[in-house]
Nanobody, 123 residues
């Protein structure tokens, strides 16, 4: 599985961004897709995940109600819509694929990773 993330950028606090992660090499609907983020000097943290069918989503408490993860099985792409962005959302965002059918929030369960995309939120 190859993953290509895009959509990062610089935005003011309160603004929105949509990240995309295009997947290739395997049927998109057969695995869980997740988003993680890593701020400078900090560990990589779970943000959101979606099941292959799209029927189940899970969010970190810090983004619940502001971020929405969705998938397009035809385009083999998963999205992360980020609204009401805060300076503390500033990080490099990574998409990842988990070949199991259960949503996990731990990095170790994710088998494939895309390159990161930088999100910077100014105050």
């Amino acid at each position: 599985v190859q993953l290509q993330a895009s959509g990062g950028g610089l935005v003011q606090a309160g603004g929105s961004l949509r990240l995309s992660c295009a997947a290739s090499g395997r049927t998109f609907s057969s695995y869980v897709m997740g988003w993680f983020r890593q701020a400078p000097g900090k560990e990589r943290d779970f943000v959101a995940a979606i099941s292959g069918s799209g029927g189940t989503t899970y969010y970190a408490d810090s983004v619940k109600g502001r971020f929405t993860i969705s998938g397009d099985n035809i385009k083999n792409t998963v999205y992360l819509q980020m609204n009401s962005l805060k300076p503390e959302d500033t990080a490099v965002y990574f998409c990842a694929a988990d070949l199991s059918t259960h949503i996990f929030t731990t990095i170790a369960y994710y088998n494939f990773w895309g390159q990161g995309t930088q999100v910077t939120v100014s105050s």
